[in-house]
């Protein structure tokens, strides 16, 4: 009963108060939501990585030319063009490993292409026909090129979906010409709409033969990356440590120091994925936990000003008999209840503004999970009543110490 009559007499003085109750859970209220906030956007920015990743497959192994250091990526991923990497590399390894199923060289531009008085600008993708396989597409009309186009450098091309839209609207695209660099294509084929894979909407792009990106488009005779498509997730170790002995033969590479490729597979990207998201998210929840630091030092403020406001009460409380354990409930449990209404306002705005996040991201194309974490609502309630007897035991000791007949006489 008494705690129940406490609690009432807490919420009685918040409606009373309420600018300066406002004003005192606002350090918790900004905390909580950030630590609601950073944790659901963190574990979406995963889900977001993790689907990309799971789009383009769980059985690929990647090539990238360069070497990377033991806790970073190759350099290529910087931007660096390096031309170590050849499309006769992936051919023999394609060729001498039984358990690759496809491989692709890759090279990508982005361009301007047009069709009868109608530009768009495009990614251009440079690869073999292996890609419908490793991608696990297909053509909606016509075919994808064959090896035949590859072997000689043909000018013919694969459009994307909204590239279809947006040069051929309501047409058939079969046999017409497009212009990329101002060379005529043949159009042979349509894919089917894949969206956004690995962070690239191949929806508007087209393909061409890799020779072809090689010798008409770009005048290099390297590639940007490769993939390979292992036929069983249990021989893709197997395949990496093969495509390294390959690669060393064929780069004249004597000790595994100076490798001047990089060789990944999607199951041990998630793995890296899954250690820096979570130390991201540690980082981060550390940040906002300092704002919750803030609040609580704001509670006891306030606190201890209602301790001063409040002396009168305090002394008629033990002069009818109160004693000191009541008054330092009291006070706790008046500081527990504004901690809490803070944190509750602040798990509420966190997650409607996870909330909104979600449906932005997703609109833009990306498929983003709405994610609030059982963890992240303990670990604030938690936090919030840890700090809520951390600073509320100095005030409410205070109230406690002092003599019910000075206090009756305080004015």
Not at 69 to 91: H, M
Not at 166 to 184: C, E, H, R, S, V
Not at 214 to 224: C, D, E, M, S
Not at 377 to 404: E, L, R, T, W
Request: proline residues 3%; hydrophobic residues 50%.
């Amino acid at each position: 009963m008494v705690i129940r009559d406490t609690i009432k007499m807490s919420l009685k003085n918040l409606r009373i108060n309420k600018m300066r109750s406002f004003l005192t859970m606002l350090g918790i209220i900004i905390g909580i939501s950030s630590v609601i906030l950073i944790t659901s956007v963190v574990a979406g920015a995963e889900s977001l990585i993790v689907n990309q990743v799971q789009g383009i497959g769980s059985n690929l192994i990647g090539v990238l030319p360069g070497a990377s250091e033991q806790d970073g990526p190759p350099a290529a991923v910087f931007g660096i063009v390096i031309t170590s990497l050849k499309d006769d590399d992936v051919e023999e390894i394609k060729e001498k490993l039984p358990h690759i199923i496809a491989g692709s060289a890759y090279l990508t531009a982005t361009e301007i292409i047009s069709a009868e008085n109608v530009q768009t600008t495009v990614t251009v993708f440079g690869v073999s026909p292996d890609y419908p396989n490793i991608a696990e597409t297909s053509t909606q009309i016509g075919n994808f090129f064959v090896e035949e186009d590859k072997a000689s450098a043909n000018r013919v091309v694969v459009l994307g979906s909204e590239v279809l839209d947006n040069l051929f609207p309501g047409q058939d695209a079969l046999g017409k010409k497009i212009k990329i660099n101002k060379d005529n294509y043949t159009v042979v084929g349509v894919m089917k709409s894949q969206g956004v894979v690995g962070f690239q909407n191949v929806d508007n792009a087209v393909f061409i033969p890799i020779t072809t990106a090689q010798k008409r488009l770009l005048g290099i005779n390297y590639v940007g990356f490769a993939r390979f498509k292992v036929d069983k997730e249990e021989n893709i170790a197997e395949t990496v440590d093969g495509i390294k002995i390959i690669l060393r033969e064929r780069h004249n590479i004597d000790n595994p120091t100076g490798d001047d490729f990089t060789v990944e597979n999607t199951a041990a990207a998630l793995e890296v994925l899954g250690s820096i998201t979570g130390a991201l998210n540690a980082f981060l929840v550390a940040i906002a936990g300092i704002s919750l630091i803030v609040g609580g030092i704001g509670i006891m403020n306030i606190m201890l000003a209602a301790v001063t406001e409040r002396i009168k009460e305090i002394g008629l409380r033990k002069a009818v008999g109160a004693t000191s354990r009541n008054i330092i409930t009291q006070f706790l449990i008046e500081t527990v209840v504004i901690t809490l209404t803070g944190a509750v306002i602040g798990m509420l705005i966190g997650i409607f503004l996870a909330f909104i996040i979600s449906i932005v991201i997703n609109s833009l194309g990306y498929n983003w999970n709405f994610v609030i974490t059982f963890t992240s609502i303990a670990m604030s309630s938690v936090f919030s009543i840890a700090i809520a007897i951390v600073f509320g035991v100095y005030p409410a000791k205070k109230a406690a110490s002092y003599n019910p007949i000075e206090a009756l006489r305080y004015e």
